[in-house]
Structures are given as C-alpha cells and as structure tokens.
C-alpha cells in the first residue's frame, strides 16, 4: 500500500512522516517520529496509556489515524517539561507523591491531568477521578496519583 | 536421627508413614535419605521440594539441620 | 541481626526519597518492552487457534511467504524434540504442536519487514483444524466423563481412578478433624468459587529476539527474571543457556504474569529462521488476555467448627483448581494459606489438580492466596455473624503468633497478625458510622514471601560514590528502596548510590522480582555486599595509618580509629579511599551469591464499607482500609502503593473481573472493554497502615510486601455486601446482576 506524506507540528516542531493509510497515529509518534512516551496499552482506546493533545483536545493516539495529523497540532508526553527540561508541575507532583510505579500509564495520566487542569483548574476529587477514569493503572490503586494532581492543581492555582 | 513430618498425601508412598525418621545432618542427607528409605518418593523430591527447619523455609540441600530440629516437607512454593 | 539489635535510628530508611527512575518515567524518556529497536530489525506476529481444542491437520503458509518482505514462518516443526516435563510444558504452550489446546494458542508466527506486514502475513497463513470436545470450566472438567485434555499428564501423587483430567492431588494436615469437630458448637460447610482473573499489567508483552546460526543469542525484553527468560528460552529452542543474553527494559507491571515466557522464543525462532535479524513481537491486548497467564478458577469446599465463644475447634478445605491445559495452578500454595491465620488444633487440607481448555495459568500476585482466602476468610466470617460475634474479636482469639504451628505443619517465626488486627480495630474506619445498605467487611490474609537464587554486585566509584547491580526488574521502586539501604550503610548520601537492574551477562544467576523477594533478597544481598567493600575500605584506611584493619572502624561514610589505643587519625572519608584506590590496591567492591535466608512472612488485615443499590445490585466501596505487616517500610510510600495496589486489583477480582468462556470455549472479553478492571471513580482512597513487626532475618527487618495486599480484600468485599444486603455470594465476581440476584432471593422477590 501507499504511504501518504504527512506533516503536523508535534510538541512545537514541524515534522513530517511518511504513514501507512492504516497506522495510528500513535504508530506515527512511536515508530517514525521516535516519540516512544506515548505507550500502547490496548489499541483500542480502553486504557489512555497512548493519550496525547491533538489541537488541545484530549485524544487516544491509538483511535486516530497517522494520516489524520496532517495540519494539525498535537502534543506529547515529551513536550511536557520546559525546554529546558524544567518539569510540568503535575511532572514534579507524580515524583513527590510516588503516582507512579511501573510507570508505563504515566505518560497517559499526565497528559490527560494536563488537560483536565485546564479546563477545570479547580477540580474535586471526584472531577479528578471521573476525568482520568479513561486511564487504567493496575499498580497503583489511583490513590496517590488522584493526590498529585490535586495537589499539582493547587499549586498552580497558586502560582497563578 | 531427624523425624522429617511428610505431608499426608505422600503417605502412598511411604506405606503409611507420615513422619519418617532419617540420619541426616543437611537437607541434602536428608532428602537422600528419604528417597532410600522410600524409593516413591524420588519423583516427589525431584519435582522439588522445599523443607522447612524450625519455621524458616529452606531450598539449599547443603543448609544443616541441628540436632533436634522439627522438620516439615513442604512443596516448592512459587511467588508473584 | 536480632530484633533488639537493630538500630531504631536510621537516617535514611523509613524516608520518602525521590525514586531514581522518576524523571525518565514522567518525561516518556523511560524505555519499556516495545520501546526497543534493533537495525535491520524484522516484526513478527502470531497465528493463534480460533478453537478451544483441535487437532492441526495442516499449515500451509505458502501465500503469507510469497509476499514481498515477508521474511521467515516458524511452526513448531522448527522446535527441537523430545523435551520432558516443565520444559515441554513451556514449549508446547508458547507454540502448539499436533494439539491446540486453547483459544488463542499460538500455532504458527511470522516475521517481516513491517509490523503491519507482518499482520497481513499471519491472516495469510492457512492452518485446518479438526474440532475437538473441549471443557473450559473447573467443576465440569473434574467430571470422570469430561473431554481428556492429556491423557497421561497427572504425576505421581494422582492415585488410581481419578477422573481423567486430574493431574496432580495433594493432601496434607494434622490432629484430629472428627474429635475437633466433635468439640464445637456449630459446624459449617459451603463451597465456594473464583473465576480466572489476568494479572493486567498495562504494559502487553513485548521483545526484540536475535538469534545466529552459531547458537549465540540476544534478547531485549519486558520480563521480572531475565534470567528465566534466558533459561526458558534456551530450553524451549535447544540453545546453550550461557549462550543468551538477555537485557530487562523497563517493565509495565507483571505481578507474576512476567515470570514466563510466551512471544519469546518465537523471536528467536523467526530470528534464526531469518537469517539471524532480529525479530521485534509485542502482543495486543486480547493477545494477552487470551494466551499469556491467567490466574486459576477455583471450586472450593470449606468446613468450619466453632465454639460459641469463637474458638475455632476445626477446619478442613478440599480445593479444586484448573489452570489451564497445564499443570502448574497454585493448588500448595493456595491450600497452605488456606487456614494460614488461625491456630487450628485439627486441619485437612484436600486438593485436586485439573486441566481445562484454557491458557496455561501463570503466577498472579500471591498465587492461590486470594482464592483461599475468599472461601476460608468468607466461612469465618459467617459463622462469626451467627454467633453474633465480632469479626475481628473471632480472629484475634484464634490468631496464630510466633512460635504456634502453622496449619501447613511448621512453626511460625516471627509474625505481626495480631498487630494488623488490633491495628485494624484502633483505626477511626472501624468505628466509622454506616448507613442505610451500608455494610463493613473485615478479612485477613497471607503470604509466605520468598528468597530465591540472588547475585547482587556493588562496587565504589572512583569519587567515593557507588554503583549496584541488581537482578531483580524494578516493577514499584524497588531501586529506591536498594539505594536506600546501600547509602544507609555506607553512611552516604541516597544520590550518591545508583542502582542498576542489569543484563543476564553481568552477575550469577537470579530468580525474578517475584514472591515479594526484590527488597527482601536482592536488598539483603546488597547489604551484604557493601558491607564487604566497607571491610576493603577500612583495611585501606588501616594500611595508610599503619594499623591493624580490626582497630577501623565505620562510622558515617568514613574510616576512623576504633579507639584512642587504635591511634590518633582524623577519619578518611569515603571520597578520599575511593579517590586513592588505584594506588592502594585497586577496585573495591563487593558482591553476593547465595540463597538469602531469613524470609519474614507477611499478614494483613483489610476493613471495608460498601454500600450496595439495592435498585441495581451495584457495590460502592467507600472506605478501604490495609493494614499489613511489612517489617520495615524502607520507602513507605511505595510500600503503602504495593498495599493500595493489591487492594485495587482484588476489589476488582471481587466486583468485577473475571474471564468469560462461551459455550465455544472462546474467550468472549478479550479487551479492556469488555474485562474491566477498577478505573479511578471506581475506587475511593486506599487507607494504609504499615504495621513492623521487624523481620529478624534481614539487616533492616524487611519482610517483603508485595504479594499479601491482594488476599484479604476477595472476602472483605464479599462480607461487606453480606453485611449491607443479608446476603451471601459465595461466588466471584459480584457484579451488580449477581448481587441482585442474591439479595432477590434473601428478600423473596
Ligand atoms: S493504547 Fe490507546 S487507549 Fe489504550
Ligand atoms: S504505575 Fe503501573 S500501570 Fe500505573
């Protein structure tokens, strides 16, 4: 089959690929672009390890099509921190709070508590729990990584 | 002498004996010693099996038994 | 060490550092399984049995090699012969031979130039299959008429006349069960039964295998044990094992489900068969879900004899387990548990062994622990509600302490039951008010914990910082909790000690990050280890003084006169010896081989409130609470994560999980959709408490804590419900139309 060339600005920068019609875009961040943060945990858009911000919007990497980032921009796990590697506050926060063990759904609970946080930066814990209820993690029991975005939330609260 | 307690399924194979008493000084005698006194029990002991000496669970066959000891046969156990 | 020996005053263990794999985990920079890329790398993908059971009459992969770029198809032709025991088990399911025996058993794989290629060639594949009678449920696969999945495959404890898919039986116990039968008040028996629930570590399998025509070998892989895969793989093809090498990646959960090899070998086979590229495979999700480990489904009767005060007179369990077309299901382990907690004066424990058409169980989390736990812990606590007796009162009067018998025969050492319970009891959740169709749950459980085969190295570096290697994968910051125990016996810095999980080329043998061993055994082990490069150290510092090494001592990161008559030197510190070594002898370092002994056994007490619909028949857990043995919290924080994590998994063994065979023996919720496990407002906060009751067989007491967080919440959720509703399930999972179910028929609706 015919690869289609595609270009799209990930994580601030341009970037072009060359994509099978039938990859997802997750294969397009993972395999050409060699942005491997973001992880298959399902390829079905059952477990939010692959999330990513598509135009701001919070996506499943793995339910869009590589072809369907053309034009458009998305972010990463690997846009998170400055450019000078100064982490996200919500990157500090899983650290402080031990959010994480494996890690392998971090990436995914990170982008998508980004995304939360700007919309609703003032959330309850219930908003946090039903907002990240997309993002399966069989580690940690959600507990403390529920704490860390509470916690990252207020701090930029308060820093704002 | 060491009473080694058996678990009670391996009783076909030991004609009836659940505690057998074997001359050992480690697990390794000792499991030889059963697999002489009882020739059954070869395959048992072969699949692996774990002792445990006074409460603490043991895997080395070099690992020594003191005098007077209480010693259970145990099956190899496995973890997560 | 003994327990009153211990220094109470660490400085660094019992701290909640950093851990030192947290920066590449949050900036997607940690590489894991699939992550990995190799040049000239291949993709393969697997052929896998639509069917339950069948004969394969053919393969036929002439079209799938006729593509462009389609490079290699293995089958298990392409497998040596004549294996025996546990390694024809490990060949015959990671690719099946005349026989599959499950739905989602590989029978072929192919390698190419892309994944998706690959996809395409696999579907090109043609394989004929003779239908076979299958059976896929335990209680239907003990029936002496069932379908005989293996004819010849029970060991030598199945006496004569069992049903044909028993393979293994085991018995065992002590006194007498009709006198202590006799002696109680009320004696009650119920049966029981789980479903399979998969370990569902996020992170699907994933490896890159290369594999020459010399018999050398590489592999990068997502596993707990590179030295495992190393030796299964090797046995599965035929290779010499020393002639693998294999290289753990970050791992994405395993919680025993990566002790074991599946895709693996079938790398190596397509990477030979290839011309020696390597050859990437990564599983999908309902890959996983279908062919890698299971846990086992049980069928279990449990008799119970108490006196009205709650004295337990007796008990007896008889198990039934299926785990898959294989031998291998935790039946010891889950009947060993079983009555784990109470000192028993009379005990039978009966267990059956059964194959079924399923995928070969693999460890879960304390394997046959939850099981066990779910019917034994459920009886007690019924026969405590008849009484009218609290729940926690009755374990108390019958917990075991150290020195009682064990139901499984041995003493029990040093153990902290009675802390969790009274913990449990002290906590402000106990004593919390509940609601209407509100109900609280209390259940304890066990886990043995476990040493293992250990090579730990540690060596210092030449500006008196220090490096370990380690065997066992980092699954939940295991690094940390090493680094914390090296620099808290160096006297040094916790950043100054870099922890390394390193390549099977680099140290002995290891078992894997299983049996909650990593903290307890490699941790150990590395102890030891440092201790032998402070000895170097202070023989070091005693040369350039001009005295004797006995007359150094250790104090804060420094060599320094043991006393006044030793001399009068300031201290050398770490950084000075290090900094000097090439001249004073050369490398210093240490290291440790061995069977680390001293294991500590774990206990823990979980308390929960649900509240159940009664409309919907839907449970709400609104308060949990872990209380658990640990012996030292190294890194209490992730010690607290491995109680909340284990919590999580078995509320969603209890409410929700379980794997569900059709009529057709085929798996029908192979997805996360579909096998849904706890999400986020499922839950609320997990309440923790670390109980130490300090280990006496390690340097700093740890019992290890992996694996008993996941037994007690089966039972405390289902005594929860029974305590909301009236009533009982005594059958998992207890999803809102069971729950229904159960409440309709106490309420006669
Ligand atoms: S991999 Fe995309 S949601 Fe799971
Ligand atoms: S930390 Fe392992 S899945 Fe979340």
Same mark, same amino acid.
């Given at each position: 089959?015919?690869?289609?060339?595609?270009?799209?600005?990930?994580?601030?920068?341009?970037?072009?690929?060359?994509?099978?019609?039938?990859?997802?875009?997750?294969?397009?961040?993972?395999?050409?672009?060699?942005?491997?943060?973001?992880?298959?945990?399902?390829?079905?858009?059952?477990?939010?390890?692959?999330?990513?911000?598509?135009?701001?919007?919070?996506?499943? $990497?793995?339910?869009?099509?590589?072809?369907?980032?053309?034009?458009? %921009?998305?972010?990463?796990? %690997?846009?998170? $921190?400055?450019?000078?590697?100064?982490?996200?506050?919500?990157?500090?926060?899983?650290?402080?709070?031990?959010?994480?063990?494996?890690?392998?759904?971090?990436?995914?609970?990170?982008?998508?508590?980004?995304?939360?946080?700007?919309?609703?930066?003032?959330?309850?814990?219930? %908003?946090?729990?039903?907002?990240?209820?997309?993002?399966?993690?069989?580690?940690?029991?959600?507990?403390?990584?529920?704490? $860390?975005?509470?916690?990252?939330?207020? %701090?930029?609260?308060?820093? $704002? | 002498?060491?009473?080694?307690?058996?678990?009670?399924?391996?009783?076909?194979?030991?004609?009836?004996?659940?505690?057998?008493?074997?001359?050992?000084?480690?697990?390794?005698?000792?499991?030889?010693?059963?697999?002489?006194?009882?020739?059954?029990?070869?395959?048992?002991?072969?699949?692996?099996?774990?002792?445990?000496?006074?409460?603490?669970?043991?895997?080395?066959?070099?690992?020594?038994?003191?005098?007077?000891?209480?010693?259970?046969?145990?099956?190899?156990?496995?973890?997560? | 060490?003994?327990?009153?020996? /211990?220094?109470?005053?660490?400085?660094?263990?019992?701290?909640?550092?950093?851990?030192?794999?947290?920066?590449?985990?949050?900036?997607?920079?940690?590489?894991?399984?699939?992550?990995?890329?190799?040049?000239?790398?291949?993709?393969?993908?697997?052929?896998?049995?639509?069917?339950?059971?069948?004969?394969?009459?053919?393969?036929?992969?002439?079209?799938?090699?006729?593509?462009?770029?389609?490079?290699?198809?293995?089958?298990?032709?392409?497998?040596?012969?004549?294996?025996?025991?546990?390694?024809?088990?490990?060949?015959?399911?990671?690719?099946?031979?005349?026989?599959?025996?499950?739905?989602?058993?590989?029978?072929?794989?192919?390698?190419?130039?892309?994944?998706?290629?690959?996809?395409?060639?696999?579907?090109?594949?043609?394989?004929?299959?003779?239908?076979?009678?299958?059976?896929?449920?335990?209680?239907?696969?003990?029936?002496?008429?069932?379908?005989?999945?293996?004819?010849?495959?029970?060991?030598?404890?199945?006496?004569?006349?069992?049903?044909?898919?028993?393979?293994?039986?085991? *018995?065992?116990?002590?006194?007498?069960?009709?006198?202590?039968?006799?002696?109680?008040?009320?004696?009650?028996?119920? @049966?029981?039964?789980?479903?399979?629930?998969?370990?569902?570590?996020?992170?699907?399998?994933?490896?890159?295998?290369?594999?020459?025509?010399?018999?050398?070998?590489?592999?990068?892989? @997502?596993?707990?044990?590179?030295?495992?895969?190393?030796?299964?793989?090797?046995?599965?093809?035929?290779?010499?094992?020393?002639?693998?090498?294999?290289?753990?990646?970050e791992i994405g959960g395993g919680f025993g489900g990566k002790t074991t090899v599946f895709i693996e070998p079938l790398s190596l086979a397509l990477s030979r068969k290839a011309g020696g590229k390597p050859v990437k495979l990564v599983m999908s999700r309902s890959d996983v879900l279908r062919a890698t480990g299971p846990t086992a489904s049980a069928s279990m009767d449990v008799k119970i004899g108490?006196?009205?005060?709650?004295? /337990?007179?007796?008990?007896?369990?008889?198990?039934?387990?299926?785990?898959?077309?294989?031998?291998?299901?935790?039946?010891?382990?889950?009947?060993?548990?079983?009555?784990?907690?109470?000192?028993?004066?009379?005990?039978?424990?009966?267990?059956?062994?059964?194959?079924?058409?399923?995928?070969?169980?693999?460890?879960?989390?304390?394997?046959?622990?939850?099981?066990?736990?779910?019917?034994? *812990?459920?009886?007690?606590?019924?026969?405590?509600?008849?009484?009218?007796?609290?729940?926690?009162?009755?374990?108390?009067?019958?917990?075991?302490?150290?020195?009682?018998?064990?139901?499984?025969?041995?003493?029990?050492?040093?153990?902290?039951?009675?802390?969790?319970?009274?913990?449990?009891?002290?906590?402000?959740?106990?004593?919390?008010?509940?609601?209407?169709?509100?109900?609280?749950?209390?259940?304890?459980?066990?886990?043995?914990?476990?040493?293992?085969?250990?090579?730990?190295?540690?060596?210092?570096?030449?500006?008196?910082?220090?490096?370990?290697?380690?065997?066992?994968?980092?699954?939940?910051?295991?690094?940390?909790?090493?680094?914390? /125990?090296?620099?808290?016996?160096?006297?040094?810095?916790?950043?100054?000690?870099?922890?390394?999980?390193?390549?099977?080329?680099?140290?002995g043998i290891n078992e894997p990050s299983h049996g909650s061993r990593a903290t307890f055994a490699s941790g150990k082990a590395a102890v030891i280890a440092t201790e032998q490069a402070i000895a170097e150290m202070c023989r070091r510092a005693a040369a350039e003084w001009g005295i004797e090494p006995e007359a150094v001592d250790w104090v804060e990161g420094a060599a320094q006169p043991a006393g006044?008559?030793?001399?009068?030197?300031?201290?050398?510190?770490?950084?000075?010896?290090?900094?000097? /070594?090439?001249? @004073?002898?050369?490398?210093?370092?240490?290291?440790?081989?061995?069977?680390?002994?001293?294991?500590?056994?774990?206990?823990?007490?979980?308390?929960?409130?649900?509240?159940?619909?009664?409309?919907?028949?839907?449970?709400?857990?609104?308060?949990?609470?872990?209380?658990?043995?640990?012996?030292?919290?190294?890194?209490?924080?992730?010690?607290?994560?491995?109680?909340?994590?284990?919590?999580?998994?078995?509320?969603?063994?209890?409410?929700?999980?379980?794997?569900?065979?059709?009529?057709?023996?085929?798996?029908?919720?192979?997805?996360?959709?579909?096998?849904?496990?706890?999400?986020?407002?499922?839950?609320?906060?997990?309440?923790?408490?670390?109980?130490?009751?300090?280990?006496?067989?390690?340097?700093?007491?740890?019992?290890?804590?992996? *694996?008993?967080?996941? @037994?007690?919440?089966?039972?405390?959720?289902?005594?929860?419900?029974?305590?909301?509703?009236?009533?009982?399930?005594?059958?998992?999972?207890?999803?809102?139309?069971?729950?229904?179910?159960?409440?309709?028929?106490?309420?006669?609706?």
């Amino acid at each position: 089959m015919s690869k289609i060339h595609v270009t799209a600005t990930v994580n601030g920068d341009s970037v072009e690929f060359l994509a099978d019609p039938r990859e997802t875009l997750l294969d397009a961040l993972r395999d050409h672009l060699g942005l491997i943060g973001s992880k298959e945990g399902c390829g079905t858009g059952d477990c939010g390890a692959c999330s990513v911000l598509l135009d701001g919007r919070l996506v499943s $990497a793995c339910l869009v099509l590589g072809v369907e980032a053309e034009g458009h %921009e998305i972010e990463t796990i %690997e846009g998170m $921190a400055g450019p000078d590697g100064t982490l996200h506050p919500l990157q500090r926060k899983f650290i402080e709070h031990a959010a994480l063990q494996c890690g392998f759904c971090t990436p995914g609970f990170l982008v998508a508590s980004k995304a939360l946080l700007a919309k609703t930066p003032d959330p309850t814990e219930e %908003e946090v729990r039903y907002w990240l209820a997309g993002n399966l993690c069989r580690c940690t029991g959600y507990d403390k990584i529920i704490r $860390a975005v509470m916690d990252a939330a207020a %701090e930029m609260r308060g820093a $704002a | 002498m060491v009473e080694v307690h058996l678990w009670s399924g391996l009783k076909r194979l030991t004609d009836g004996e659940i505690t057998v008493a074997v001359e050992a000084a480690t697990v390794g005698e000792m499991l030889d010693a059963l697999t002489r006194a009882h020739p059954g029990l070869a395959p048992v002991i072969e699949v692996g099996v774990s002792a445990a000496i006074d409460g603490e669970i043991v895997n080395g066959r070099h690992v020594a038994i003191p005098p007077g000891a209480e010693v259970f046969l145990l099956q190899r156990l496995k973890g997560g | 060490m003994a327990k009153d020996e /211990m220094n109470p005053a660490f400085k660094l263990i019992g701290t909640r550092v950093l851990r030192p794999d947290g920066l590449d985990k949050v900036t997607g920079r940690a590489r894991y399984g699939a992550d990995f890329a190799a040049p000239g790398m291949l993709f393969g993908a697997a052929v896998r049995s639509p069917h339950a059971h069948a004969r394969i009459k053919r393969i036929d992969a002439t079209r799938a090699l006729a593509l462009d770029g389609v490079k290699a198809v293995v089958t298990r032709a392409d497998f040596p012969t004549g294996l025996t025991g546990e390694d024809w088990n490990l060949q015959e399911n990671c690719m099946a031979g005349d026989v599959a025996l499950y739905d989602g058993h590989a029978v072929a794989a192919v390698a190419a130039t892309s994944a998706l290629l690959a996809q395409d060639a696999a579907k090109l594949i043609e394989v004929e299959y003779e239908p076979l009678p299958h059976v896929t449920d335990v209680d239907d696969a003990i029936k002496p008429d069932a379908p005989a999945i293996r004819p010849g495959a029970a060991d030598h404890s199945v006496p004569d006349g069992m049903p044909p898919n028993v393979v293994r039986y085991f *018995e065992f116990g002590h006194g007498d069960l009709d006198a202590g039968f006799a002696e109680a008040d009320i004696v009650r028996a119920q @049966t029981y039964r789980t479903e399979a629930t998969h370990q569902g570590y996020i992170e699907p399998q994933a490896c890159v295998g290369q594999l020459g025509a010399d018999g050398k070998g590489e592999m990068w892989v @997502t596993t707990q044990g590179q030295w495992y895969v190393r030796w299964m793989c090797a046995a599965v093809l035929g290779l010499e094992t020393a002639q693998l090498r294999v290289t753990p990646s970050e791992i994405g959960g395993g919680f025993g489900g990566k002790t074991t090899v599946f895709i693996e070998p079938l790398s190596l086979a397509l990477s030979r068969k290839a011309g020696g590229k390597p050859v990437k495979l990564v599983m999908s999700r309902s890959d996983v879900l279908r062919a890698t480990g299971p846990t086992a489904s049980a069928s279990m009767d449990v008799k119970i004899g108490m006196k009205a005060d709650g004295t /337990m007179t007796a008990g007896r369990a008889e198990f039934r387990m299926q785990g898959g077309a294989f031998p291998g299901s935790p039946l010891n382990e889950a009947l060993e548990c079983a009555f784990a907690a109470y000192k028993l004066p009379a005990v039978e424990h009966i267990g059956h062994e059964v194959l079924a058409n399923r995928p070969k169980a693999a460890a879960y989390r304390a394997p046959g622990a939850p099981m066990a736990a779910f019917a034994v *812990e459920s009886l007690v606590d019924e026969i405590a509600r008849e009484l009218g007796l609290d729940p926690i009162a009755v374990r108390l009067k019958n917990a075991v302490r150290e020195g009682d018998r064990s139901s499984y025969g041995p003493r029990y050492k040093s153990i902290g039951l009675v802390e969790t319970l009274e913990a449990a009891k002290a906590h402000a959740n106990y004593a919390a008010p509940l609601g209407p169709n509100q109900g609280r749950g209390v259940a304890t459980g066990y886990w043995f914990n476990h040493n293992g085969d250990t090579s730990v190295s540690m060596a210092i570096a030449e500006d008196g910082t220090a490096q370990v290697s380690v065997g066992t994968p980092d699954i939940g910051g295991s690094r940390a909790s090493l680094g914390l /125990m090296v620099a808290e016996t160096l006297g040094i810095p916790y950043e100054h000690v870099r922890v390394n999980v390193v390549e099977t080329g680099a140290l002995g043998i290891n078992e894997p990050s299983h049996g909650s061993r990593a903290t307890f055994a490699s941790g150990k082990a590395a102890v030891i280890a440092t201790e032998q490069a402070i000895a170097e150290m202070c023989r070091r510092a005693a040369a350039e003084w001009g005295i004797e090494p006995e007359a150094v001592d250790w104090v804060e990161g420094a060599a320094q006169p043991a006393g006044p008559n030793a001399g009068k030197f300031p201290p050398m510190k770490i950084a000075e010896i290090a900094g000097q /070594m090439s001249s @004073t002898g050369g490398p210093i370092a240490g290291h440790y081989e061995g069977l680390p002994e001293g294991v500590g056994a774990s206990f823990g007490t979980h308390v929960v409130d649900v509240e159940v619909d009664p409309e919907t028949g839907r449970t709400t857990i609104l308060r949990y609470l872990v209380v658990q043995d640990a012996g030292r919290a190294i890194h209490p924080a992730y010690v607290e994560g491995q109680f909340q994590g284990g919590a999580a998994q078995g509320i969603g063994w209890a409410l929700n999980e379980a794997y569900i065979y059709g009529e057709d023996g085929r798996l029908q919720n192979a997805g996360f959709l579909d096998y849904r496990i706890p999400v986020a407002c499922d839950l609320p906060m997990i309440d923790t408490v670390i109980v130490e009751v300090p280990n006496p067989g390690h340097p700093y007491g740890v019992r290890g804590v992996g *694996e008993t967080g996941i @037994t007690p919440p089966l039972p405390a959720v289902a005594n929860a419900i029974a305590a909301a509703t009236g009533a009982r399930l005594r059958r998992l999972p207890m999803n809102p139309p069971a729950v229904l179910a159960a409440i309709k028929a106490v309420r006669g609706g």
